[in-house]
């Protein structure tokens, strides 16, 4: 077991995130954003540098943390199918050359005025998932599908439809805590609940191989079109289940990578200008992991 995380939450400058971790006495890091940009999108000088700072300072990336499928995407848009496979090959010989096994992806967004098991929405999203998967898989990378605002994030039986369409031994879950706590629950009719954390993991858990650590605490709204504002917290302090979760990995013989995603200072996909930011989201992500530490001791790991 290892702990690592989005240190692009303590600061966007690569040398914040290297002394986060370093202060952590981590030797990780998921990499989502480098700066404004990504592995995907760096000069090859800009990458080189980032190989040099990596490398001087004894620290790693376990993940790419990238946008391929995501909650922006449609899988019935050619153009955003096309900046998929663009991100992944762009990003997978720079993966090869500093060693990093797993790529985050996810499977394309929920189109507000289509009902999202609609058979050619279902056909789309599993064809193209399967397409990226097989470049992963020729590659040598592992595709972490993480159940965010996307189709295998509508509800763990979305998840499962998913596995059953996806059949390779490179294609896994990367499972978030956080994010049923937003996101409704689409099984049965509506209107519907919002996800619980609990319920997902259990229905997931013999496919999970790495687990996203986040925190939060929502309520639903009345358009179920919309997703629900959710107040960000420290692990454990919100409606993740994120002790319970932790303790049963732990009874159940988990041993992959926790990696922090706190969104406690600011969301990450907001732009929040605060001259004071800065020095907050170093310390909160410092704070942060420093408290799952804790969490991880209180729920019997040997940490």
Same mark, same amino acid.
């Given at each position: 077991m290892f702990l690592t995380g989005f240190a692009d939450e303590a600061g966007s400058d690569l040398k914040v995130q290297i002394r986060a971790t370093k202060?952590?006495?981590?030797?990780?890091?998921?990499?989502?954003?480098?700066?404004?940009?990504?592995?995907?999108?760096?000069?090859?000088?800009?990458?080189d540098a980032v190989c040099e700072q990596l490398d001087n300072a004894g620290i790693r990336i376990n993940c790419y943390g =990238?946008? &391929?499928?995501?909650?922006?995407?449609? !899988? %019935?848009?050619?153009? +955003?199918?096309?900046?998929?496979?663009?991100?992944?090959?762009?990003?997978?010989?720079?993966?090869?050359?500093?060693?990093i096994k797993m790529i985050r992806g996810m499977s394309f967004k929920m189109l507000e005025d289509r009902e999202p098991d609609a058979p050619e929405i279902e056909e789309a999203v599993f064809r193209h998932v399967n397409e990226l998967v097989k470049i992963c898989e020729d590659a040598g990378i592992v595709y972490g599908h993480e159940n965010c605002m996307n189709y295998g994030g509508l509800s763990y039986l979305h998840t499962l439809k998913l596995l059953d369409h996806v059949k390779s031994p490179n294609f896994t879950l990367i499972f978030d805590t956080g994010n049923p706590v937003f996101n409704y629950r689409h099984i049965g009719a509506k209107p519907y609940p919002l996800q619980s954390a609990w319920e997902?993991?259990?229905?997931?858990?013999?496919?999970? =191989?790495? &687990?996203?650590?986040?925190?939060?605490? !929502? %309520?639903?709204?009345? +358009?179920?079109?919309?997703?629900?504002?959710?107040?960000?917290?420290?692990?454990?302090?919100?409606?993740?289940?994120?002790?319970?979760?932790?303790?049963?990995?732990?009874?159940?013989?988990?041993?992959?990578?926790?990696?922090?995603?706190?969104?406690v200072a600011s969301v990450f996909h907001a732009k929040t200008p605060d001259a004071g930011l800065d020095e907050i989201k170093y310390t909160s992500y410092v704070r942060y992991g420093q408290l799952f530490e804790k969490l991880l001791r209180e729920c019997g790991w040997n940490w």
């Open positions: 202060e952590l006495n981590w030797k990780f890091i998921e990499s989502r954003a480098i700066g404004d940009k990504n592995l995907s999108t760096l000069t090859d000088a800009e990458f =990238s946008g &391929v499928a995501n909650w922006s995407k449609s !899988a %019935l848009v050619e153009a +955003d199918v096309e900046a998929s496979k663009k991100e992944l090959l762009n990003a997978i010989p720079r993966m090869q050359k500093l060693g997902f993991y259990k229905q997931v858990r013999e496919f999970i =191989s790495y &687990v996203h650590i986040k925190d939060g605490t !929502a %309520l639903p709204g009345d +358009d179920m079109t919309k997703r629900p504002p959710c107040e960000f917290c420290y692990p454990g302090d919100g409606c993740g289940d994120v002790r319970a979760i932790v303790t049963d990995l732990r009874k159940t013989g988990y041993d992959g990578g926790f990696s922090m995603e706190p969104h």
